[in-house]
């Protein structure tokens, strides 16, 4: 699976957009980008994924470089609650579908 | 809507002693895995299962054993504890196939002294 590289913290102002960039410049063909989330030391949430095309859910927007080298998780509108530890990973499917974590990003929203 | 149960929350153990951590999930999911975090540290996968009967390493699976007998359960196995094994242990499942994600249960916070 691929490295990725994330800026060790971040902050961002409660109702304002948080923008998470994830780098991942040895990204293969077949290999797709997650983010995940862990909030105080609760299990990881899955927020959402994509392989080439911009992603959005109801939790957050996924930007893909065309490149795909590299990615931005956009949180639109940043509540208290959105404070956590921000992973990003790339993964291959279709093979034993492990998750390799690194140390993520620290978001903070502030009030 | 009970998702990934992992038992107990909490434990402490005595250097030597053995213990089973449980994980049971209740959606049908045919792969399941563990993960320990240390502090200040990402998750790294002790084992994996991708179905009944079928288990595999994961990155450092040394001092832990597994089984699956089951498509619901996933239990893993601490045979004569030691301080470093002290971390968060988690258990995740997901759909074996395509780019489905994991879901995690809400970890076991095990010290041993």
């Known amino acids: 699976d691929a490295k990725t590289t994330q800026p060790p913290s971040m902050d961002c102002a409660e109702g304002r957009a948080a923008n998470l960039p994830c780098n991942h410049s040895?990204?293969?063909?077949?290999?797709?980008v997650y983010w995940y989330r862990q909030i105080h030391s609760q299990g990881p949430q899955y927020i959402i994924h994509g392989l080439k095309n911009n992603e959005t859910n109801e939790m957050a927007s996924l930007i893909i470089t065309e490149d795909r080298k590299s990615s931005t998780l956009i949180l639109p509108h940043a509540t208290l609650r959105d404070t956590a530890v921000y992973y990003c990973?790339?993964?291959?499917?279709?093979?034993?579908?492990?998750?390799?974590f690194g140390k993520g990003t620290k978001l903070t929203v502030n009030p | 809507n009970a998702g990934v149960t992992q038992t107990p929350k909490f434990r402490i153990l005595k250097i030597g002693q053995s213990m089973t951590l449980q994980c049971t999930q209740d959606?049908?999911?045919?792969?399941m895995y563990w993960y320990r975090q240390d502090p200040g540290m990402g998750l790294k996968l002790i084992y994996y299962?991708?179905?009944?009967?079928?288990?595999d390493k994961g990155e450092v699976p040394n001092g832990y054993n597994v089984s699956r007998s089951t498509t619901e359960d996933f239990p893993l196995r601490l045979e004569l504890a030691a301080p470093s094994q002290t971390s968060v242990y988690f258990c995740?499942?997901?759909?074996?196939?395509?780019?489905?994600?994991?879901?995690f249960g809400d970890g076991t916070r095990l010290s041993i002294l």
């Open positions: 299962s991708v179905g009944a009967g079928i288990t």
């Open positions: 959606m049908n999911h045919n792969y």
């Open positions: 040895t990204i293969s063909g077949n290999e797709y």
């Open positions: 990973i790339v993964r291959v499917v279709g093979g034993s579908e492990k998750l390799v």
């Open positions: 995740a499942s997901s759909y074996s196939q395509g780019d489905q994600p994991q879901h």
